[in-house]
């Protein structure tokens, strides 16, 4: 199960971090990633952390977050963070994470590759 939580209101420029907290086993291996639906609008990917060669991981984003959004996890407190500033009224939204074991580089946009989703975490930007 995955928890999102982290979101608020805040203005345009400002910041926030969205936490995604995971429960079971095995949490490392799992690539995670955060997508994000605005109103009247299609989910669409914002970011992933997928498991590369031994211990290291791959990140990945969206062409309008990059540079301004970072991903990152802890995994011995089983949470991806997804640390988000220069806000623009456009990154309203509400915010869910997402794990997958069978990500990879071909498909990682694709919401239906994953299979573990959380609740949403609600991100209101305001002028």
């Known amino acids: 199960q995955l928890q999102a939580s982290g979101g608020g209101l805040v203005q345009a420029g400002g910041s926030l971090r969205l936490s995604c907290t995971a429960s079971?086993?095995?949490?490392?291996?799992?690539?995670v990633g955060w997508f994000r639906q605005a109103p009247g609008k299609e989910r669409e990917f914002v970011a992933v952390?997928?498991?590369?060669?031994?211990?290291?991981?791959?990140?990945n984003y969206a062409d309008s977050v990059k540079g301004r959004f970072t991903i990152s996890r802890d995994n011995a407190k089983m949470t991806v963070f997804l640390q988000m500033n220069s806000l623009k009224l456009e990154d309203t939204a509400v915010y869910y994470c997402?794990?997958?074991?069978?990500?990879?580089?071909?498909?990682?946009?694709?919401?239906?590759?994953?299979?573990?989703w959380g609740q949403g975490t609600e991100v209101t930007v305001s002028s």
């Open positions: 079971g086993r095995s949490f490392s291996t799992y690539a």
């Open positions: 952390i997928r498991p590369g060669y031994y211990t290291t991981y791959y990140l």
């Open positions: 997402a794990a997958s074991l069978s990500v990879s580089v071909d498909n990682y946009v694709t919401a239906a590759r994953y299979d573990y």
